[in-house]
């Protein structure tokens, strides 16, 4: 079992940053940040691997920054530029390798772990 503990999320004016953090009790391969807006499906936003490489949703390139540090096993989101549709719910996930990647669907469903979310959101 892996707990995991988001926090770091807020208010904030379009154009501001935030910076997101996910604590977890212990190393998983695989982790990344999911987000779901109301009335919306769960959409994955950046992922990465146990070698550090990293994956992101369209939206997200160019804009947020995903990170870890391995020694505290905390996970991180540094999210600049942010606009109004960046407004959700932010999941952290934990998953391990499958065929030997992190590759997961959009939705996260083979994600083995969640955290409880922090709130974000951005306002005109």
């Known amino acids: 079992q892996a707990q995991l503990v988001e926090s770091g999320g807020g208010s904030v004016q379009a154009g501001g940053s935030l910076r997101l953090s996910c604590a977890a009790s212990?190393?998983?391969?695989?982790m990344g940040w999911f987000r779901q807006a109301p009335g919306k499906e769960r959409e994955r936003v950046a992922i990465?691997?146990?070698?550090?490489?990293?994956s992101y949703a369209d939206s997200a390139k160019g804009r947020f920054t995903i990170s870890k540090d391995n020694a505290k096993n905390t996970l991180y989101l540094q999210m600049n530029s942010l606009k109004p549709e960046d407004t959700a719910m932010y999941y952290c996930?934990?998953?391990?390798?499958?065929?030997?990647?992190?590759?997961?669907?959009?939705?996260?469903?083979?994600?083995?772990?969640w955290g409880q979310g922090t709130q974000v959101t951005v306002s005109t």
């Open positions: 996930a934990a998953w391990g390798l499958s065929g030997g990647y992190c590759a997961i669907d959009s939705t996260g469903s083979r994600a083995n772990y």
């Open positions: 990465i691997d146990n070698g550090g490489r990293t």
């Open positions: 212990r190393y998983t391969s695989c």
